[in-house]
């Protein structure tokens, strides 16, 4: 294997202008981690502008982590392995969450601790892959972890029609539970279609008037549509927010629990969501593939398109140098 590889990489912080596709040293895996090929990536609108993309913690008090690679979610093939890691081999299809205070996928080669990393859904290719882990692994701890979501319950998923939402919708349905979602009117079929029982106009509909007593709300949406679900959530239910905090005063007004987390690297819940793929329950849904050469262009793009789910980039290897 070569020393150096191809990777789109940040000199100084910024926006998209300051990423150039170059080349850069090959990492080596350290003890516990996987070189991983890279065969795609994918990007997350917003991750330019946190302090984990630059620095080494996510509260602003890093050390510069200068030049970075973004795009953390990954799928590829292990080419390599660091010492202790035993349950991989080189071979492997693989794909997951890379911590953002670490260098991301949009290059050759990536090393991620090991135990980060799942089988890849044998159904998907690797550009399908890519686009699953950031979402699912959210919807995975929000509705499994934290709500402990059961069958039969009646879930409200705030926003059913995003990156996240399209995820919240069929995993919540695989888990047996009764879904309503609101979403623009335009996605009412769409939303459906991925197994809500009933999707509500966000713009012209007033949830409260139309659903009660739900037993989770997961919020992916914040702001006032956070504020106002604590008139739907029955007391003993739950409000799950990936956006802010939920205001507790509230919280306890309503006997319900109100409960902000921040997705973490989880092996075990990307097993369960390739089950869930490999079931054909659940499908990402991917808005388009672009060569990882233009990934300043991808971004840039996110900053003003309203993508319906992920853009990825597919990792083409041995590229020519590009300026
Ligand atoms: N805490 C975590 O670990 C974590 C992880 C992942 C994401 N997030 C956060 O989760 C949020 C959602 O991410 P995403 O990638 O899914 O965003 P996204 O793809 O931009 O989707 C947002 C969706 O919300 C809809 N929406 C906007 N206002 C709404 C409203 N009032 N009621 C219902 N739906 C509404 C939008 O519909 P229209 O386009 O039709 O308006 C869009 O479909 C972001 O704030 C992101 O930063 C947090």
Redesign the pocket.
Same mark, same amino acid.
């Given at each position: 294997m070569n020393a150096t590889m191809h990777a789109v990489r940040a000199h100084e912080r910024g926006g998209p202008e300051r990423y150039a596709y170059e080349s850069a040293p090959r990492p080596e895996p350290a003890a516990g981690e996987a070189l991983v090929a890279v065969c795609a990536a994918s990007i *997350? !609108?917003?991750e330019l502008d946190w302090d984990a993309t630059w620095t080494d913690s996510f509260d602003g008090t890093g050390r510069d982590r200068t030049p970075t690679v973004p795009s953390h979610e990954v799928s590829g093939i292990v080419a390599a392995l660091g010492s202790g890691v035993t349950d991989l081999g080189t071979g492997d299809e693989v794909y997951g969450l890379i911590p953002f205070t670490r260098d991301g996928a949009a290059a050759e080669y990536v090393t991620v601790p090991a135990d980060m990393l799942a089988t890849k859904p044998a159904t998907l290719n690797h550009d399908q892959a890519a686009a699953v882990p950031?979402?699912a692994l959210?919807v995975w701890q929000a509705l499994v972890d934290h709500a402990a979501l059961q069958r039969g319950q009646h879930i409200l998923i705030?926003?059913?029609?995003?990156?996240?939402?399209t995820f919240a919708v069929q995993i919540a349905a695989a888990l047996g539970a009764r879904v309503t979602a *609101? !979403?623009?009117a335009?996605?009412k079929d769409f939303v459906t279609g991925l197994g809500a029982q009933r999707v509500i106009d966000?713009r012209n509909e007033h949830f409260e008037d139309l659903v009660h007593d739900v037993d989770v709300v997961l919020d992916?949406?914040?702001g006032?549509?956070l504020d106002r679900s604590w008139a739907v959530v029955r007391p003993g239910g739950i409000v799950v927010s990936?956006?802010q905090p939920p205001d507790q005063e509230k919280a306890a007004a309503r006997g319900a629990r109100g409960l902000?987390?921040?997705?973490e690297p989880d092996r075990p819940g990307l097993m369960a969501i390739s089950e869930l793929i490999d079931a054909g329950k659940l499908k990402p849904v991917v808005d388009r593939v672009v060569p990882f050469t233009e990934t300043r262009a991808a971004y840039e793009a996110l900053a003003t398109e309203?993508?319906r789910g992920k853009v990825v980039l597919h990792v083409e290897h041995g590229g020519e140098e590009a300026g």
């Open positions: *997350t !609108a917003g950031l979402a959210t705030q926003g059913g029609a995003g990156g996240v939402g *609101t !979403a623009s335009r996605d966000y992916l949406v914040g006032e549509t990936i956006v902000f987390f921040i997705v309203h993508p």
